[in-house]
């Protein structure tokens, strides 16, 4: 029996699967740079350069355009050069989700998913790029530490509501007031270190998953289950972080794990919400409460 290739991440589907998802999420995608950057107009041009509001402009107006199965290819093109201009002028505080986009438009503008070859590639490089950003931020939690004690949890748990409303389930209240009491803009304050031995427990197994899920979606016969567990650890996080687009992106990539076509279900529902967040923008729907 030939060993298996961890290495090749295009094997254990089928090829007319592959080319449905990789439709589905090409499609996805551009809906999904050109609804965000729509929807936070107002913020870019409050707080960035207007030449960045432009970049913006025209990155939508492409993503749009380029989502039209008969549209030139050369625009895909400019699609992902806006973006490249976005990512390179707003460094050092550049969203990692505004990486991952940058990088997938990238992806899906030189390779062409309906030539065989390059559809194999462009698999690849998603996958690969899903594993990467997953070990990466294992990694650079364990290179900075402030996760070892649940500093991190214990911080956001005080400053922020959204992860109060879910740790306070988990933090005893002593311990939830104390960290309330504290503040990040005064000397002394202090310290974030969790003392519930869950949150810690909790804090540790955050970057151990991330360090660990890449290894499992490598392998074939753990692929499907390492992928499931990803989406709901996603989930799990947007439970306190609330960051919709973020957690649409990531689990549209971790799809493509998945055998037969799971990408283009979960697209069309999470297109659904984008065209709802849009008509809600516009002021055509009335208010409901989401996560953005």
């Known amino acids: 029996m030939p060993r298996e290739n961890w290495f090749d991440l295009t094997r254990g589907g089928v ?6 998802n990789l439709r589905w999420l090409r499609s996805f995608l551009l809906l999904h740079v050109a609804a965000r950057n729509f929807i936070l107009l107002p913020t870019i041009r409050a707080e960035e350069p207007i030449w960045v509001y432009w970049v913006s402009m025209a990155l939508i107006v492409c993503s749009a355009v380029a989502m039209v199965p008969s ?45 065989s070859g390059e559809r194999d590639l462009l698999l690849k490089a998603l996958r690969w790029m899903t594993l990467i950003f997953f070990f990466y931020s294992g990694l650079q939690k364990v290179m900075h530490g402030y996760y070892f004690d649940g500093q991190f949890l214990s911080f956001v748990t005080a400053e922020q509501e959204n992860f109060s409303l879910v740790f306070r389930h988990i933090i005893p209240a002593a311990e ?3 960290l309330k009491s504290l503040s990040a803009t005064e000397l002394g304050m202090g310290p974030y270190r969790a003392e519930s031995a869950l949150v810690v427990l909790i804090s540790n197994a955050v970057y151990l998953f991330e360090l660990a899920i890449p290894v499992l979606l490598l392998r ?21 972080a609330r ?12 799809t493509l794990f998945l055998p037969g076509r ?3 279900k979960v697209c069309a529902f999470f297109a659904c919400a984008y065209l709802y967040l849009v008509l809600h923008h516009l002021r055509l729907v009335p208010f409901v409460y989401y996560w953005i």
């Not at 090829?15 to 449905?20: C, H, Q, R, T």
């Not at 074939?220 to 306190?240: Q, S």
């Not at 960051?243 to 971790?254: A, D, H, K, Q």
């Open 15 to 20: 090829a007319s699967d592959n080319a449905e």
């Open 71 to 115: 549209a030139p290819r050369f625009v895909t093109w400019g699609a992902a050069a806006f973006a490249a201009v976005h990512v390179a002028g707003t460094l050092p505080q550049t969203a990692n989700h505004t990486f991952i986009e940058a990088l997938c438009l990238g992806f899906v503008a030189l390779l062409d998913q309906n030539v």
């Open 176 to 178: 939830l007031v104390r």
């Open 220 to 240: 074939t016969k753990t692929r499907t289950a390492a992928a499931v567990m990803a989406m709901v650890f996603v989930v799990g996080i947007e439970l306190g």
């Open 243 to 254: 960051e919709l687009f973020f957690g649409t992106l990531t689990i549209s990539l971790l």
């Open 262 to 264: 799971a990408t283009p």
